[in-house]
DNA sequence: TGCGCTACATACCGTCAGTCGGTATGTAAT
DNA sequence: ATTACATACCGACTGACGGTATGTAGCGCA
């Protein structure tokens, strides 16, 4: 007997990781417009166009699948944290600055992504999400930045009485760095282009200040990106 | 006809208020050694002796709840507010010191029940909590940081490119305090102690440095609670 | 060609937040 | 005291949803 010939559900049959994809990409396109909480499995179901047997079999429940959410949004928001290895050799504000430099140069890179990301893990309904691309990028960025300001207190470059707060601090800055972008963003939109602009402006300096102040480093030790960088992010 | 005779379960008529609060002490005491994700409604019901009809009388969901209980735990482990008002006519550096030691005080004072709160808060299943509790905590506290930032800018006492950013890294130090706190006292149980006591002392240092090099403060400007205030933290 | 593994499908289950009709207990006017 | 109304409260029921049990189709492989 075909169970499937009667309910004219056809067998489509794949390869793991292409359903797994698949089934992800459902998800995240649902994730789009509704929040995590208020999405059911059987929506993700019937848009990935899989029966709930053939999910729970690639996914161990809903957390599950959050978490390999969570995964993706992660390599798609934070740099590869391949900066600062090669220039181990220069003094250590330059591989501070350059790693500053090098990773708010990749998100401006790629601030479309960042953006829409950042503006999802916000919605209503995701905070579950939120915690989890929180700790994950974290757990990705926090590392090797606390060993470049350790490396740095050690050879004595400057005076920091805490490396551990230093970085979350710095860690904390480019976090709320595009909250404030999207307030920015959205104010340009409304009309206030001129002011939005300015305040772009003014957070890059205020970022630099902070750097600088907080490493107790002489005003301009910290090279950020050029202002014409963070233009893009306004249209 | 009385049913309630026939399984036994009396009507105990209170007043509208103490009922909830009757409730939230029952949620609160679950709370304490379950995740709030794992919590039924039913339990919570057996807990406080009261029917399900009841308890949808006072609450409309138990989302309702989750929000009666975070405005409780911010109104334990925020202090007041009231820091600040009188000494307007002093200078700037006094007031913003007189605020920082002030909050930071009041918090070592009810050290306790700050340091439960931010275990419930740091919880498994305690997520959505978590972030409540951190929008409550910011609501109440942010306002008052950046009055005391802008007009001390207006003043022109110091030089700062951005209020909202300064303010915010500062209420990052203060919620880091405690999860660095907590880690303290676990390790000062574990054994720890000399160790523990002086990350104690260095988390103090760091905190008045980081405060005074974020305003670019010569060193010294502001003044914490003294080392004694902290020990308490470690028994 | 049959055997086994894996990718599926369907029917079903348990749980749980929330609802609904109704009941007891005040409280205030007549 | 009786009526009228408001409010606190009850418990059975429901609908939805995450998850499971059990069986079936396709593909590799000997």
């Known amino acids: 007997m075909q169970p499937d010939e009667k309910t004219g559900a056809r067998r489509e049959r794949m390869a793991a990781d292409q359903r797994q994809h698949a089934i992800l990409d459902a998800a995240a396109q649902i994730l789009a417009t509704h929040g995590w909480d208020e999405i059911t499995v059987n929506e993700i179901l019937a848009a990935a166009g899989i029966s709930k047997g053939g999910f729970y079999h690639h996914f161990s429940s809903k957390d599950d699948i ?27 504000v330059d591989r501070l600055s350059a790693y500053l430099c090098g990773s708010l140069e990749w998100e401006l890179d790629h601030a479309g992504e960042v953006i829409s990301i950042v503006r999802l893990a916000q919605r209503a309904g995701n905070g579950a999400l939120f915690l989890e691309l929180a700790r994950e990028t974290e757990r990705r960025t926090l590392p090797a930045l606390k060993e470049i300001l350790s490396e740095g207190l050690k050879s004595g470059a400057f005076e920091i009485e805490d490396v551990d707060m230093t970085a979350d601090l710095i860690l904390r800055i480019s976090r709320t760095r595009w909250l404030r972008f999207i307030e920015l963003q959205d104010a340009a939109r409304a009309g206030d282009r001129a002011a939005a602009l300015a305040d772009l402006h003014r957070r890059r300096r205020a970022e630099q ?15 950020l990106p050029p202002e014409s960088a963070f233009e893009r992010i306004l249209r």
Do not use: K, M
Request: aromatic share 10%.
């Open 209 to 223: 200040q902070a750097y600088e102040r907080l490493l107790d480093f002489p005003s301009g030790s910290i090279q």
């Open 66 to 92: 959050l978490a390999a959410l969570v995964l993706r949004f992660a390599d798609a928001a934070t740099a590869a944290a391949t900066a600062g290895q090669g220039s181990s050799g220069a003094g250590f």
